[in-house]
């Protein structure tokens, strides 16, 4: 992995001792997400940060599946998910008061963002992709900082010391995910203090370096040994449909959709991941209904 590489996601181990880690950078990937709405900055900013740690985070847990991180606030921010799936393929999208997050400073923070903490909650799902049970989480805004509210998310759910550095650099985000593995014994508390400190201490150029190159990483952890695996490619995937699209209609009801058609003549649904619009006209909205009554299937997002 050189300076050039694009978008990058690759797990390593510290040699002899029970640490390992993952780094991710997501460029093209984040730019994507980012253009497919006008996000203020500030929201862009920490958008980005979620995106890098969630990544992070269903590298860490290798989980087959959908990793959804979401906040729901009463904020600026109403609604902010970003959705990891196997690949690792992203999507993201949020929901803000446009005037009141143009009013916050461009390096805002989470907390700024989703308001009251009483009233904000951020929750990370697990949806398995062979189906099965779900698994959530919730995370407390009790930190300005998305790194370190996954920090506390995996200290407290999967009981693993971990140390998150996340880096956004306008559509650019960098990050690096150090773990003691529940293996660990005393003999590793040496390494694992090295390592977590010089992430701790690192600067935002030391980061994105380690996450863009092999050189940057050895540069951060120079008393150790690491063991780089093979990297991934991350991409933005939006995965919606027009069958989709027609199944959340119908889930709308008739109703709604006679009244959309009365309206502008036509159903328009925006995809709010990805902003790609899909048109129905009244004989194509209509036929989503059977017209013995009976319920269409709907197609599981």
Not at 156 to 171: F, H, K, P
Request: charged share 20%; hydrophobic share 50%; aromatic share 4%.
């Amino acid at each position: 992995m050189s300076d050039g590489a694009g978008d990058s996601l690759s797990r390593f181990v510290v040699e002899g001792a029970a640490v390992r880690g993952a780094r991710v950078r997501l460029a093209s990937t984040s730019a994507a997400i980012l253009g497919a709405h006008p996000y203020p900055p500030a929201l862009a900013r920490v958008l980005a940060e979620v995106c890098g740690a969630a990544t992070l985070l269903a590298a860490a847990l290798k989980f087959d599946g959908s990793l959804i991180v979401q906040l729901v606030g009463a904020g600026p921010v109403r609604l902010l998910v970003v959705e990891c799936n196997p690949g690792p393929a992203l999507r993201a999208m949020a929901q803000w008061d446009e005037a009141r997050v143009r009013a916050l400073p461009d390096h805002a923070t989470l907390d700024a963002l989703a308001g009251d903490a009483g009233a904000a909650r951020l929750s990370i799902t697990l949806d398995p992709r062979e189906g099965g049970p779900m698994y959530q989480g919730i995370v407390t805004l009790e930190s300005a900082s998305v790194a370190t509210m996954i920090e506390h998310y995996l200290a407290a759910s999967e009981q693993v010391a971990s140390r998150l550095a996340l880096v956004a650099n306008g559509a650019e985000v960098s990050g690096l995910l150090l773990q003691r593995m529940p293996s660990s014994q005393p003999a590793d508390d040496l390494t694992w203090a090295r390592v977590s400190r010089a992430l701790g201490d690192a600067g935002a150029d030391a980061v994105a370096a380690a996450a863009r190159s092999n050189e940057g990483l050895a540069a951060l952890f120079p008393d150790d040994d690491l063991r780089i695996f093979t990297p991934v490619e991350p991409r933005f995937e939006c995965g919606c449909s027009r069958q989709r699209v027609g199944g959340a209609l119908r889930v709308a009801g008739r109703a709604e959709i006679e009244e959309a058609l009365a309206a502008d003549g036509q159903v328009e649904v925006v995809c709010e991941f990805c902003a790609r619009r899909y048109l129905f006209t009244p004989d194509e909205a209509r036929a989503l209904f059977p017209a013995d009554g009976a319920a269409a299937p709907v197609t599981r997002h």
